[in-house]
């Protein structure tokens, strides 16, 4: 496969990046498992938008961020 046709396939679906960018990983179990509380709320990235919210108090939380009509708005998973 040409390298221009691999980038079209998957130009779509790392829309945002530039041509030849590396992406940023996901967020692994083991990461998610292992984040310790810290004095301050902190985010661990997943991409797209997904991300996890650790709390001081130790709890973890899963937040989406996205954009409807212009706004940032944030999706909480219970």
Avoid at 21 to 31: F, G, K
């Amino acid at each position: 496969m040409q390298p221009d046709l691999v980038w079209g396939y998957f130009g779509g679906i790392l829309e945002g990046y530039r041509k030849g960018a590396i992406p940023p990983m996901p967020l692994t179990e083991t990461a998610a498992k292992n984040a310790k509380p810290r004095e301050q709320a902190f985010k661990l990235s997943d991409g797209g938008g997904l991300f996890l919210l650790v709390q001081p108090n130790g709890s973890k939380l899963w937040r989406l961020k996205y954009r409807f009509e212009g706004k940032v708005l944030i999706c909480t998973e219970s």
